[in-house]
């Protein structure tokens, strides 16, 4: 009883207590009722401060309980169709060989044999031979080899690339040469190309075009299978045409360039053309055999991995080939032991820890040929597969000139979201998006660091984006399979052909051959002379810019630098260029920029001295972005 009265005395009336009677307290009076409105204001205000932060509360936690997951994770796994259909080849190894031992003999039997087939026709494929009734060799030209170099590699005069006439020699060409463009614009004349063959002229070509693909445009070599003839420079040419022929467009120029060339009207047969499209076939059927017979995933994937590694890297986009190689095979299989061992690291990384996880236990063999198989070989050619789309590098400039360039970005972009979104609710499903979640963060986190670093550009290759996309196909679906596959090729087609390029590059390597974005010269008009027998035109080279952070001016005439002159320590005036017209009756293009370093930066847009002797002043150049 005692304990009950403490509590009534603590936590509530009594009937006794004199409040309950009546009697007045008071300072238990109540508030006035100005000073009442104001704590019940109060009061609301903080009943809705609460309210919010309880619902806060209530989102963020059905949000993680939402990525959590549900309570008991959903392992996806693949039912097959028609299981007994699949399973059957599987079933029939296991009766046919039973023990471990003899599948492994017999697997490394069919790569022994693989190896054998792909050797043999990759050594017929690129030898080179000799022309008939001859010693010489017949040389190996890769797509985009010419006799004059870009940005002004022959030097003035061009005489770095002498001799201009009176030389031929028997060529080989690849296979796929007709669609080999120009990555960076390049002036012919007053016209700048770029995203399409660098072909100028025709039947007499211009000396910078690409001879494998001058040699399509003439009906010499098909693309193919490539093929073989004999190429003659013919010295200095004028009146190059424009035409459409075997599926490339020419560019023409009217004027004259010093070096040109020409096809001989002998042909000279190579003893066995490209053979890429029939090892592809070989490749193919062994890979397919191997992946619908082979259950261990490890196997698997080791053994694909090294035959569609070698079939990229040798043969369905060799790079890195010498200029007039007579040792192709040499060149290909270094190239290949170069790229190889690294990428064999990242190959174990990339099974651990995604591929591992998709094919283990995977009872579908037909299904993971097809998607997995089928993804990989689709994504390793790339070139082929993917060329439709007008995308050739993720860079700024790249995006602005190529036309379609940024549609393609975004339908590609859509695309992705919509997989990720797709990929993100099997992993809640599995339990397992918290991990991932997090580690896309700091994938996030990196590429913003690598962003905001000082002089260096941020470039993602598509070896690099097959590497960030991967971890996101580690389950077994049969979106993930396809996926999964396709991320594969893209990362062996990458590194089998490129390399490990870096991920951060400066300005200048990211540039190649483009623009520099220097300052260009301020060239007013020149000052001509029409007197017999020669007419000459003089021009007023503009001074240096102060500060000067240039050495010189370069003067290029039809595209071949003319003049070079360079700015004294003491010199505050500019210096003069007099060009004296020999080709009567024909315009001459003429274009300047400054040197630096020995080395010609961006040239003005081209003023053109016409053939009746008026000049007609260069358009100003847009800036380079």
Not at 113 to 135: D, E, R
Not at 188 to 215: H, K, M, T
Not at 431 to 447: C, D, N, S, V, W
């Amino acid at each position: 009883m005692k304990g009950h009265d403490a509590e009534a005395r603590d936590y509530g009336p009594r009937e006794d207590d004199t409040t309950s009677r009546g009697v007045v307290d008071e300072e238990a009076q109540p508030l006035n009722l100005e000073g009442f409105e104001i704590d019940e204001t109060n009061s609301g205000s903080a009943q809705q401060h609460n309210a919010s932060i309880r619902t806060k509360r209530f989102i963020w936690q059905n949000v993680i309980r939402w990525i959590q997951g549900p309570q008991k994770p959903q392992i996806q796994v693949v039912s097959p169709w028609m299981p007994r259909i699949q399973q059957y080849p599987v079933q029939w190894l296991d009766q046919t060989f039973p023990s471990q031992r003899s599948k492994t003999a017999l697997l490394l039997s069919l790569c022994i044999c693989w190896l054998g087939v792909f050797g043999s026709l990759l050594t017929i494929s690129t030898s080179t031979g000799k022309i008939q009734g001859s010693n010489e060799t017949i040389q190996y030209l890769h797509c985009t080899d010419t006799f004059w170099h870009a940005k002004n590699g022959c030097g003035l005069d061009g005489n770095e690339c002498q001799p201009f006439n009176g030389s031929s020699f028997a060529f080989r060409c690849p296979a796929n040469c007709a669609g080999v463009q120009l990555l960076n614009p390049r002036t012919i004349g007053d016209q700048e190309i770029n995203y399409r063959a660098l072909v100028v002229g025709g039947p007499v070509y211009r000396g910078d075009s690409f001879i494998c693909g001058a040699a399509i445009h003439a009906g010499v070599v098909g693309d193919f299978d490539g093929g073989c003839g004999v190429v003659s420079k013919i010295g200095k040419h004028d009146g190059f045409l424009s035409t459409t022929q075997n599926g490339i467009s020419s560019v023409g120029f009217d004027s004259y360039f010093p070096v040109s060339f020409t096809f001989s009207t002998d042909k000279v047969s190579c003893r066995v053309k490209d053979l890429r499209w029939i090892i592809l076939a070989v490749s193919i059927v062994f890979t397919t055999v191997i992946s619908v017979f082979t259950a261990l995933p490890m196997i698997h994937f080791a053994t694909l991995f090294i035959i569609i590694f070698a079939h990229v890297s040798l043969v369905s986009d060799p790079s890195g080939i010498s200029y007039h190689s007579q040792s192709v095979l040499a060149d290909l299989f270094s190239n290949f032991v170069g790229r190889f061992l690294p990428a064999a690291f990242c190959a174990v990384v990339i099974y651990m820890i995604c591929v591992k996880r998709t094919l283990l236990d995977l009872t579908a063999p037909v299904e993971k040929t097809i998607l997995w198989l089928g993804g990989c070989w689709f994504g390793a050619l790339s070139n082929y597969t993917f060329e439709w789309i007008p995308i050739s590098r993720l860079t700024s400039h790249d995006l602005e000139q190529q036309p379609g360039a940024k549609l393609a970005l975004a339908i590609i972009i859509l695309i992705i979201v919509l997989i990720i979104a797709q990929q993100i609710y099997y992993f809640r499903l599995e339990g397992r998006l918290p991990r991932y979640l997090a580690l896309y963060g700091i994938f996030i986190a990196a590429i913003l660091v690598s962003l905001a670093l000082p002089g260096l550009n941020l470039r993602i290759h598509h070896y690099i984006l097959a590497l960030l996309l991967l971890p996101g196909t580690s389950m077994q679906t049969r979106p993930s399979l396809l996926y999964q596959g396709l991320l594969v090729g893209l990362f062996i087609n990458g590194i089998a052909r490129w390399g490990f390029d870096p991920v951060l590059q400066t300005a200048g390597a990211l540039r190649g051959d483009g623009a520099f974005g220097s300052l260009l010269p301020n060239i007013t008009a020149p000052l001509i002379s029409l007197d017999a027998p020669t007419s000459n035109i003089t021009f007023d080279l503009a001074s240096p810019p102060i500060p000067n952070p240039y050495d010189g001016i370069s003067v290029l005439v039809n595209d071949v630098e003319r003049h070079r002159s360079y700015f004294g320590e003491s010199t505050s005036t500019g210096d003069t260029f007099t060009w004296e017209r020999t080709a009567l009756g024909m315009l001459e293009y003429f274009r300047f920029g400054y040197l630096k370093e020995d080395n010609g930066l961006d040239y003005t847009n081209a003023g053109i001295w016409n053939a009746n002797g008026t000049w007609t002043q260069m358009a100003p150049k847009k800036e380079s972005r």
